[in-house]
Structure formats: C-alpha cells, structure tokens
C-alpha cells in the first residue's frame, strides 16, 4: 500500500529538523530515515536525534515520523508496537547469538508505524516487518509521549511470559535482557 504523502511545512522542531536536511515530504522522510544506519541515538529523549546523529533504531526512527506526522496534522500516522519471536529466520545475525544461548527464539518489541490501517516499517531501507506472520504474536498502539516507558513495561511482560512457557531455560529474566541486548547489538550497522 502507497502512503499518502504530504509537504513538511515547518511547523515545530521534528520539521524544521527534517527541512534543514532538505527532506520536503512525508514519504522522503521516511525514505531518509530507513537509509541511516541502524545504532541507538544518545538520547533517546531527543527526537531529532534521529536526523541530528544520522542513526536510529526501529523506536527512534518511527517516533520522529510518527512526531513529524503530528506537527504536520496527519493523525492517520500512529506508532504500533509489533511483538514477535525473534529468531534466526527473522533476524539473521542474532542466529549465532541465539544459537550460544541454545534458544529458538525471544519475544521481541518492535515499533514501527500504522499509516491508514496499514504497517509500515522503516528501520532498515528495503525490508518489511521484521517477522512473518508465523512469528507474530500481537500488535498494540503506542503514544509518542510514552513510547519508552510503555516499551520497556511491554518487554517485561512478554519475558515474563517467556519464562513461564519456558520454565526448563537456565536463563533468568535478566540474563535474557542481557542475551536480547547482544542480539540487538549484533543488528547493529557499523
């Protein structure tokens, strides 16, 4: 599905960020964010560190289209949490990590935007969402204002439930964050 497009005026700070790079339309600057690097910005807090820094992760790139939406006016463009299990299918470069561990797979918090009723994701140039539908496990939408916050609760849940599917893994709930945190760092581009 195409989405539909709209110029940046410069309306608030994520706009005005998105102006100074010469990015003039919504769908450029989705098309800008998906080409940079994927590597967490210093702080998260700073929305235009997306363009600022010239990186981002899946939270940070969609927060700052997902803002720049909203100082332009389009509420159709909301932030969604996508949950699925992350696995070397999915997410090839955590195979070995995974593999180290001796698990199949994590649940896995990924943001990405919903555009009219349809998912878009921007993290990396050229790629859908992250996992098939047979690695889905629920979606949910987020506020711009508590993405972080919400996230971070959301992990804990699914790795609570995790480990309750999973009661034989050796693994405690904060290993697993640590085994999450290698993978995430594996997807890094250097």
């Not at 919504?26 to 940079?36: E, K, N, P, S, W």
């Not at 050796?170 to 697993?176: A, D, T």
Request: negative net charge; charged residues 20%.
């Amino acid at each position: 599905m195409t989405v539909s497009d709209f110029e940046i005026l410069n309306k608030g700070p994520v706009s005005a960020a998105f102006l100074q790079v010469e990015v003039l339309s919504f769908v450029q600057a989705m098309d800008y964010v998906a080409h940079l690097p994927y590597r967490r910005i210093s702080d998260k807090n700073n929305i235009v560190g997306v363009i600022h820094e010239g990186c981002g992760t899946c939270s940070s790139k969609h927060l700052a289209l997902a803002a720049l939406a909203k100082e332009q006016g389009h509420q159709e463009v909301k932030l969604v949490f996508w949950v699925f299990r992350m696995n070397a299918q999915n997410l090839p470069k955590s195979a070995s990590i995974l593999k180290k561990y001796q698990l199949d797979y994590l649940p896995e918090v990924h943001v990405c935007l919903d555009i009219n009723g349809a998912l878009h994701d921007v993290t990396w140039k050229g790629r859908a969402l992250p996992a098939p539908e047979q690695d889905f496990m629920f979606a949910q939408f987020a506020d711009t204002k508590l993405i972080y916050q919400v996230k971070k609760s959301l992990h804990h849940r699914c790795m609570e439930g995790f480990l309750k599917e999973h009661p034989m893994l050796p693994h405690s709930i904060e290993q697993l964050f640590a085994i999450r945190e290698e993978c995430i760092h594996a997807l890094y581009d250097h």
